[in-house]
């Protein structure tokens, strides 16, 4: 049931043409945490029934100048692993892996392809600077699926910025990574307030033509 430009509460219908998924973030590079949260195997399986159901894909994927001149200036008190910065642990002049690097490619698992949506990011959100927004608007897409990691970083920024563009959102639970405390925390108090949070099974049911 649609209310105006506004879905009602209760509808969890997505409908092909009007939705879309976001892979955000997983890539060869970060391989080992979303092997370690298990999640992988779920957004496969979410990957293949969009495709199948003719949902579109975007793989919003970090992609650094190997200078690093492409860096965010905004300087913070720690690095990822909330650890101080100083002298024995300085803030990175250039990026591990430089734009073109293999290792910035989505999981080999996800089979990206030319049919999908290959979407190179230089900042935490899908939508800074990058064709992700006219990308989604010229398909009409007024949903979008979201997965990946991290999610109190990127995920979260991605939404946010999302919510504030007037998508309707789904962050899918299980088809995120990154440290366990942040992620469900955000799962149990933050994005329940700001968007709908299903599980895969579940985002599959609600797939309709």
């Not at 080999?108 to 989604?136: N, Q, V, Y």
Request: hydrophobic share 40%.
């Amino acid at each position: 049931m649609v209310v105006g430009r506004r879905i009602a509460f209760d509808d969890d219908r997505l409908a092909a043409g009007e939705t879309g998924l976001v892979v955000f973030d997983m890539l060869e590079c970060y391989r080992g945490p979303v092997e370690e949260a298990g999640t992988l195997p779920n957004v496969v399986k979410l990957t293949k029934a969009c495709r199948s159901a003719g949902l579109p894909v975007f793989f919003a994927r970090a992609d650094h100048r190997a200078d690093g001149k492409d860096f965010a200036l905004t300087m913070s008190d720690t690095d990822s692993h909330f650890r101080s910065w100083g002298p024995l642990n300085e803030p990175p002049e250039v990026p591990p892996f430089g734009s073109g690097s293999p290792m910035l490619l989505p999981l080999r698992e996800l089979e990206m392809s030319e049919a999908d949506f290959d979407i190179p990011k230089h900042r935490w959100s899908a939508f800074a600077g990058t064709c992700l927004d006219i990308s989604l608007r010229a398909l009409g897409i007024s949903t979008i699926l979201l997965v990946g990691g991290s999610t109190h970083v990127g995920v979260a920024s991605t939404a946010y910025a999302a919510r504030d563009l007037d998508y309707q959102v789904t962050v899918v639970r299980d088809g995120c990574h990154g440290f366990k405390e942040q992620r469900e925390f955000f799962f149990d108090h933050v994005f329940p307030r700001m968007c709908k949070v299903r599980t895969v099974d579940e985002v599959i049911a609600s797939i309709v033509p």
